[in-house]
T-cell receptor
Framework: GNSVTQMEGPVTLSEEAFLTINCTYTATGYPSLFWYVQYPGEGLQLLLKATKADDKGSNKGFEATYRKETTSFHLEKGSVQVSDSAVYFCALGETSYDKVIFGPGTSLSVIP | DTGVSQDPRHKITKRGQNVTFRCDPISEHNRLYWYRQTLGQGPEFLTYFQNEAQLEKSRLLSDRFSAERPKGSFSTLEIQRTEQGDSAMYLC?????????????FGPGTRLTVT
């Protein structure tokens, strides 16, 4: 079945450091890919998405590119801030009715 | 747009009791999803409605679980004879069906603790 694997955390970075969170997926068909973020005490929010191969999703300085050849959707940000501290979930949307399959999440802490 | 709301936000119950959670989706959204999230894990799909029709149920949804969406608006998730393993955050999400990649909007969740 469809699945998502992402790098284990927790990840701790200093402010202004470069961030990469790796994500790979297994899927039949052509799923949509998402990054969701969960800030402390808040609900899940969509951070960015890509719906087809080679699409790049971007939001709030975060980027991820849908790589079909490597089945990957790595999340990157050039300069993280303390306010980026959260749990990040890579996910794929099944094509039939957009059921979302989530990865286990990666906790990010950014220290001043 | 008031977003997706869930009630209650927290529920503590004793093993063997029944509990019911409510989800109010964004008003124009025709799709509604229930997920369960345990500590340190990503949300796991439980079930899905398109309008009032329940179109898929996960294997995770044992026969102690039942979900309804009368009139295609709010939804309820009932757990009968709760077990300690049911302790989790129950998340509701809604979306508007369209082309691929419809964004799901999540509610704040109901945290269930079974003692």
């Amino acid at each position: 079945g469809n699945s998502v694997t992402q790098m284990e955390g927790p990840v701790t970075l200093s402010e202004e450091a470069f961030l990469t969170i790796n994500c790979t997926y297994t899927a039949t068909g052509y799923p949509s890919l998402f990054w969701y973020v969960q800030y402390p005490g808040e609900g899940l929010q969509l951070l960015l998405k890509a719906t087809k191969a080679d699409d790049k999703g971007s939001n709030k300085g975060f980027e991820a590119t849908y790589r079909k050849e490597t089945t990957s959707f790595h999340l990157e940000k050039g300069s993280v801030q303390v306010s980026d501290s959260a749990v990040y979930f890579c996910a794929l949307g099944e094509t039939s009715y957009d059921k979302v399959i989530f990865g286990p999440g990666t906790s990010l802490s950014v220290i001043p | 747009d008031t977003g997706v709301s869930q009630d209650p936000r927290h529920k503590i119950t004793k093993r063997g009791q029944n509990v019911t959670f409510r989800c109010d989706p964004i008003s124009e959204h025709n799709r509604l999803y229930w997920y369960r999230q345990t500590l340190g894990q990503g949300p796991e799909f439980l079930t899905y409605f398109q309008n009032e029709a329940q179109l898929e149920k996960s294997r995770l949804l044992s026969d102690r679980f039942s979900a309804e969406r009368p009139k295609g608006s709010f939804s309820t998730l009932e757990i009968q004879r709760t077990e300690q393993g049911d302790s989790a955050m129950y998340l509701c999400a809604s979306s508007l069906s369209s082309l691929a990649g419809s964004e799901q909007y999540f509610g704040p969740g109901t945290r269930l603790t079974v003692t």
